[in-house]
Nanobody, 125 residues
Framework: QVQLVESGGGLVQAGGSLRLSCAAS????????MGWFRQAPGKEREFVAG??????????ADSVKGRFTISRVKVYNTVTVYLQMNSLKPEDTAVYYC????????????????WGQGTQVTVSS
């Protein structure tokens, strides 16, 4: 059974930090690129950060460059992808989702094949 389970969201003040986790299992996710997206109310899902299957290549949305860091680690049959978020701003408030793709990391969410349920991040001013 494929599972992507996000955790680590919460309420934080502007300027604070959070670390999101996404535990992926049920497939050979060690050969998948992984990405983080976010969706604010009334807006389309947008790309945040992506990492290649090996971890050697990462890409970021311009809005988070220099503040967010994506990484990944494999333990047994589970791949965990992290998103370290620093210097958070109110405009970072959204539900954050992790997803997997076979060829990326890609920035178009339509091309991802598996998704987690999301975790809420709220940044107060």
């Amino acid at each position: 059974q494929v599972q992507l389970v996000e955790s680590g969201g919460g309420l934080v003040q502007a300027g604070g930090s959070l670390r999101l986790s996404c535990a992926a299992s049920g497939r050979s996710f060690s050969s998948y690129a992984m990405g983080w997206f976010r969706q604010a109310p009334g807006k389309e899902r947008e790309f945040v950060a992506g990492i290649s299957w090996s971890g050697s290549s990462t890409i970021y949305a311009d809005s988070v460059k220099g503040r967010f860091t994506i990484s990944r680690v494999k333990v047994y049959n589970t791949v965990t992808v992290y998103l370290q978020m620093n210097s958070l701003k109110p405009e970072d408030t959204a539900v954050y989702y992790c997803g997997s793709d076979r060829v990326g990391p890609l920035t178009d969410w339509h091309l991802y094949d598996y998704w987690g349920q999301g975790t809420q991040v709220t940044v107060s001013s």
